[in-house]
Every structure is written in structure tokens, then in C-alpha cells.
């Protein structure tokens, strides 16, 4: 079993930062992949970014490239997701996901997610 746990989440302005984070306990894959995804109030749930565990390959959505860092330690087994410049268009609730079998294969473990809130 896999749990996944987020952390991290707040109310913050436009302009300010926030690192999340996702401890990882429970079965471990060799070739596992770690992402985060936020879903909007009316909205489906999107893509933010991915990262392979050895931290060699990293995705990221178009509308977070640059401003957000996908990142993880492999010592303490929690995967990290630094947001920059937020804007109020980043405002949702974001989860972290674990897939055993690499990028681009179907998440199957899910956290239960944490809220950010960014007003302008």
C-alpha cells in the first residue's frame, strides 16, 4: 500500500511563494514517478508537474513553466513542489500522485490534497 500525504498548502497574495509538500510511505517501485496536479473550483483537474524519483527527467504545464519547481528527496522520501510568482489563477486544491511505472503511465496513488488561496 501507498499513502501520500500533502502538506504545505495556505492563504497567501499574488506575487508571494509556497513550497508544498508530499511525504511518500508504503511500496516502492524502481522506475516510480511523482506528480502533482490541482484541480479548480468548476474546473477539471489539471497537469502541474511530474519528476522521475532519480530527479533526472521533469514535465511541467506550460502555465506553471518557469515560476514553479518540481523536486524531490530520496532520503526522506517526499517530493516537493516550489510555487513562485503565484498568481490568482493558481488558486485549487493541489495533489500530489505517485505512478509505479514512470512518466507518462497512469497515476494510481492519490493524497487527499491541500488548498492554496492566492488573492489578488
Known amino acids: 500500500q501507498v499513502q501520500l500525504v500533502e502538506s504545505g498548502g495556505g492563504l497567501v497574495q499574488a506575487g508571494d511563494s509556497l513550497r508544498l509538500s508530499c511525504a511518500v510511505s508504503?511500496?516502492?517501485?524502481?522506475?516510480?514517478?511523482m506528480g502533482w496536479f490541482r484541480q479548480a473550483p468548476g474546473k477539471e483537474r489539471e497537469f502541474v508537474a511530474a519528476?522521475?524519483?532519480?530527479?533526472?527527467?521533469?514535465r511541467y504545464a506550460d502555465s506553471v513553466k518557469g515560476r514553479f519547481t518540481i523536486s524531490c528527496d530520496d532520503a526522506k522520501n517526499t517530493v516537493y513542489l516550489q510555487m513562485n510568482s503565484l498568481k490568482p489563477e493558481d488558486t485549487a486544491v493541489y495533489y500530489c500522485a505517485k505512478t509505479p511505472y514512470g512518466l507518462g503511465t497512469e497515476y494510481q496513488y492519490w493524497g487527499q490534497g491541500t488548498q492554496v488561496t492566492v488573492s489578488s
Open positions: 508504503g511500496r516502492t517501485f524502481a522506475r516510480s514517478a
Open positions: 519528476i522521475t524519483w532519480s530527479g533526472a527527467d521533469t
